[in-house]
T-cell receptor, first 113, second 108 residues
């Protein structure tokens, strides 16, 4: 039973470019949340998708957008990349309510140069 | 507003017991989670409290007091592999908010 799968694992982009990160949730999960984790910090909530709609959003600018597909997989898009966007991007899946905790993917390490 | 605080670092000895505290302030609360995160890896779920009291799971226990906005994670019989960051988080509405994490160093 596959857990949460994220791709790519590492990525280097130039300031001003756009990036798309991908996530496949754990089998049986229908909700996907995205987090940004800077070095030495806790994960910061970006947004959550359920039934192909953004259900809740954290304090991130509109440069951060996402999508959820009918098979529950999800994408995170970041436009006009800034150096400060360099971080580990984590995808977490759950079944509806988070009573049993999230299952996290291993993350995508994004470096903006 | 949303605020969650936990100590930055703690050090304990192998075989000992350590308690990691967490305080939070939020207008909406559905539950309190603890996650373990080893360096360079994804967080893994440890425990969940929705009602006041103590939840025990093997060497790990977690306590919650909703009226005080307080939780702690208790780790018993510490092992070297317990050296990691421990993330306190709460759910409110449809989002889970994480603290900055407590880095635990277990020494021999």
């Amino acid at each position: 039973d596959a857990g949460v799968t994220q791709s790519p694992t590492h990525l280097i982009k130039t300031r001003g470019q756009q990036v798309t990160l991908r996530c496949s949730p754990k089998s049986g999960h229908d909700t996907v949340s995205w987090y940004q984790q800077a070095l030495g910090q806790g994960p910061q909530f970006i947004f959550q998708y359920y039934e192909e709609e953004e259900r809740q959003r954290g304090n991130f600018p509109d440069r951060f957008s996402g999508h959820q597909f009918p098979n529950y997989s999800s994408e995170l898009n970041v436009n006009a990349l800034l150096l400060g966007d360099s971080a580990l991007y984590l995808c977490a899946s759950s079944f509806r309510v988070e009573s049993y905790g999230y299952t996290f993917g291993s993350g995508t390490r994004l470096t903006v140069v | 507003g949303q605020n969650i605080d936990q100590p930055t670092e703690m050090t304990a000895t192998e075989g000992a017991i350590v308690q990691i505290n967490c305080t939070y302030q939020t207008s909406g609360f559905n539950g309190l989670f603890w996650y373990q995160q080893h360096a360079g890896e994804a967080p893994t779920f440890l425990s969940y409290n929705v009602l006041d009291g103590l939840e025990e799971k093997g060497r790990f226990s977690s306590f919650l007091s909703r009226s005080k906005g307080y939780s702690y994670l208790l780790l018993k019989e510490l092992q070297m592999k317990d050296s990691a960051s421990y993330l306190c988080s709460y759910t409110g509405g449809f989002k889970t908010i994480f603290g900055a994490g407590t880095r635990l160093f277990v020494k021999a």
